[in-house]
Each structure stands twice: as structure tokens, then as C-alpha cells.
């Protein structure tokens, strides 16, 4: 009876891997038609004017913190020249630009999280 219990054990972690695989590859295919969007995205983020950064960069490092390339929303007014972008301390947002700065944080950072899981899935498979 002691001996089966080691094997009881394994033969449950094998399947509870097997269903974690199985369940990483159906994430990974349901997530293949956003990475055509995220790709988009990246290309959007790159594109942002140096002079911006250049300006955020000059702050003094705790201000730097609090400080966020922002897109203008809905009536304020848009300055084209830096694509509809200013530099924001994140401090003293609306309830309305806050929600939509911390949607826009999430986003990247499941974005991010699905870049990492697919160059794992990738060595892994190498």
C-alpha cells in the first residue's frame, strides 16, 4: 500500500501537466489573431516623437516616476505636432483618464506576458 502512493501521486502530477499543456496551447492559439493587432500597436508606440522622451527624460528622477507620454482624450484639445501625445504626471489624472491609463497598462502588459509565453513555447520546442 505504501509503495502505490508515490505512483498514486506521480500519475496525478502527469495529468494535472498534461492539463496545463494542453490549456497553455489553446491560449496560445486563441491569442495567434490579437498578435497581428499587438504587432500594430508596437509600431504605433515606436513612432512616438524623441522630443517627447527627450522631455521626460530631463525631468528630476521623482518626477520622472509620475510622468506618462498620455494620449489626449475627448475635449482637450489635440497638439498634432506630437500626434495627439503630451507628457502627464499620472498623480493628477481624471477618473475618466486614469481609467482608461491603467486599461491601456493592462493591455500592454498582457501583451508583454504573451511575448514571454510564446518565446518560452518556442525554445521549448526547439
Request: zero cysteines.
Given at each position: 500500500?505504501?509503495?502505490?502512493?508515490?505512483?498514486?501521486?506521480?500519475?496525478?502530477?502527469?495529468?494535472?501537466?498534461?492539463s496545463?499543456?494542453?490549456?497553455?496551447r489553446?491560449q496560445?492559439?486563441?491569442?495567434?489573431?490579437?498578435s497581428?493587432?499587438s504587432?500594430?500597436e508596437?509600431h504605433?508606440?515606436?513612432?512616438?516623437d524623441?522630443?517627447?522622451w527627450?522631455?521626460?527624460?530631463?525631468?528630476?528622477t521623482f518626477?520622472r516616476l509620475?510622468s506618462s507620454?498620455?494620449?489626449?482624450?475627448?475635449?482637450?484639445?489635440?497638439d498634432?505636432?506630437?500626434?495627439g501625445r503630451?507628457v502627464?504626471?499620472?498623480?493628477?489624472?481624471?477618473d475618466v483618464e486614469?481609467h482608461?491609463?491603467?486599461q491601456?497598462?493592462?493591455?500592454h502588459?498582457?501583451?508583454?506576458?504573451?511575448?514571454?509565453?510564446?518565446?518560452?513555447?518556442?525554445?521549448?520546442?526547439k
Amino acid at each position: 500500500m505504501d509503495e502505490r502512493e508515490p505512483v498514486r501521486i506521480e500519475v496525478s502530477e502527469i495529468r494535472r501537466i498534461r492539463s496545463l499543456s494542453s490549456s497553455f496551447r489553446r491560449q496560445t492559439l486563441s491569442f495567434r489573431s490579437s498578435s497581428a493587432a499587438s504587432v500594430e500597436e508596437e509600431h504605433e508606440r515606436d513612432t512616438i516623437d524623441p522630443s517627447l522622451w527627450a522631455t521626460v527624460e530631463r525631468l528630476p528622477t521623482f518626477e520622472r516616476l509620475r510622468s506618462s507620454l498620455f494620449e489626449d482624450v475627448r475635449g482637450v484639445e489635440v497638439d498634432q505636432e506630437n500626434g495627439g501625445r503630451r507628457v502627464v504626471d499620472v498623480t493628477k489624472l481624471g477618473d475618466v483618464e486614469r481609467h482608461l491609463f491603467i486599461q491601456r497598462l493592462i493591455k500592454h502588459i498582457e501583451n508583454d506576458n504573451l511575448k514571454l509565453l510564446t518565446k518560452i513555447r518556442e525554445r521549448i520546442h526547439k
